[in-house]
């Protein structure tokens, strides 16, 4: 992608984090500045809406973390992670384009970083959900983002969730929300010690579960504390079975 101006949010909950970022930027007369953010939900709610070419972001930070964020927008590019604490995949931003600044950076990582990310973007990078994989892989919460508004499910809210199409169905605390994911892409995020797959079409949460009794002679099906009955295949029989 060839472009004269690219578009940049700082994303930090410190203001002086952020104010170190702007001071950066300022030889870089290709960055606009389109915002800032203060802690996650901002974040997500900017990004929705302004789409930027380039992301400064933390990862900790109220309400929503950047992982989170990045999970709630679908965001893949364009992202230069920005954090105090170096337990967080170093290694696999060193094999990629997408870069992390470890705090505190000086002005020189930053504009080689900067350098790195005008490379990588209008390119596919499997970085990012490559380390939302490594350190986010057993989130305690699933963030879906639905007609303007974000949402927050906690794990043990959850019934069960459904394949609808090119989405997932949650099901959660009396309520159902989409989200733009696949089903066998959303198990491998969830434990496999809380969470069985019993369909092709269906996960549920062991707890949530009431008991399993026959449909018919060859099959059975999960009946759920709210009242629920959801079919189980085969191989899904067998996995269930030995969590039990």
């Given amino acids: ?38 802690n996650g939900l901002e974040a997500v709610d900017s990004i929705s809406t302004q789409q930027p070419d380039l992301i400064f972001l933390d990862i900790q930070m109220p309400k929503l973390n950047g992982f989170e964020v990045l ?22 931003f060193d ?4 870069d992390y600044l470890l705090k505190p950076y000086s002005q020189q990582r930053f504009d080689e970083a900067l350098q790195k990310a005008r490379k990588l973007l209008g390119q596919n990078s499997h970085a990012v959900q ?12 699933l963030i879906v983002r639905d007609r303007g508004q974000t949402h927050i499910i906690p794990i043990e809210k959850i019934d069960y969730i459904e394949a ?29 010690e809380y ?6 079409s269906t996960i549920i949460r062991l707890q949530a579960l009431k008991c399993l009794e026959r449909a018919n002679k060859d099959s059975y099906q999960a009946v ?13 029989y067998d996995r269930i079975k030995g969590m039990l």
């Fill in 95 to 98: 094999q990629h384009a997408i």
């Fill in 130 to 141: 490559e380390l939302l994989t490594q350190t986010n892989a057993k989130p305690e919460r």
């Fill in 1 to 38: 992608m060839t472009t004269t101006t690219l578009r940049a949010l700082i994303i930090d909950d410190e203001d002086l984090a952020r104010r170190l970022t702007k001071e950066y930027l300022r030889s870089h007369t290709d960055i606009e500045i389109i915002g800032e953010c203060e």
């Fill in 71 to 92: 999970e709630a927008t679908g965001r893949k590019e364009g992202v230069i992670f920005t954090t105090a604490y170096d337990q967080y995949a170093l290694r696999a």
């Fill in 224 to 236: 759920m504390h709210i009242g629920v009955k959801l079919p189980i295949s085969r191989s899904g």
């Fill in 195 to 200: 969470f069985v797959r019993i369909h092709r």
């Fill in 164 to 192: 609808q199409d090119d989405y997932v169905q949650i099901h959660f605390d009396g309520k159902s929300l989409l989200k733009t994911q696949s089903l066998s892409d959303l198990e491998k995020q969830l434990s496999p």
